[in-house]
């Protein structure tokens, strides 16, 4: 049984920053690609930032120069910085851990954590 244990979430105000934290576990993130996802007001799940294992990062255009995604191998976490937060960036935001073996993918998800920005 995986666990992917997501923190950090809560309010700010419109243009300030929230730090994301999501606890891995050590096999885990040595093997797998990591991200972020997000649900808003669309329902849908989004992609925010995905960190992979070879380290290429990559983000939603709508985050891009504002949030920064890092892997931590000392804490086996991902973490997503959030800086100059919009009232758009509210919503609950995902991990995620995956790999492609075979032509199959394999994921984990953790529980969410509420983002809320205020204007």
């Known amino acids: 049984q995986v666990r992917l244990v997501e923190s950090g979430g809560g309010l700010a105000q419109a243009g300030g920053s929230l730090r994301l934290s999501c606890s891995v576990p050590g096999d885990i993130w040595g093997l797998y690609n990591l991200a972020w996802f997000r649900q808003g007001e669309s329902n849908q799940r989004e992609l925010v930032a995905s960190?992979?294992?070879?380290?290429?990062?990559r983000y939603r255009d709508s985050v891009k120069g504002r949030f920064v995604i890092t892997r931590d191998g000392r804490r086996n976490t991902v973490d997503l910085q959030m800086n100059k937060l919009k009232p758009e960036d509210t919503g609950v935001y995902y991990c995620?851990?995956?790999?492609?073996?075979?032509?199959?993918?394999?994921?984990?998800w953790g529980q969410g954590t509420q983002v809320t920005v205020r204007s």
């Open positions: 995620n851990a995956n790999r492609w073996i075979m032509g199959s993918k394999t994921e984990f």
């Open positions: 960190a992979s294992s070879g380290g290429d990062s």
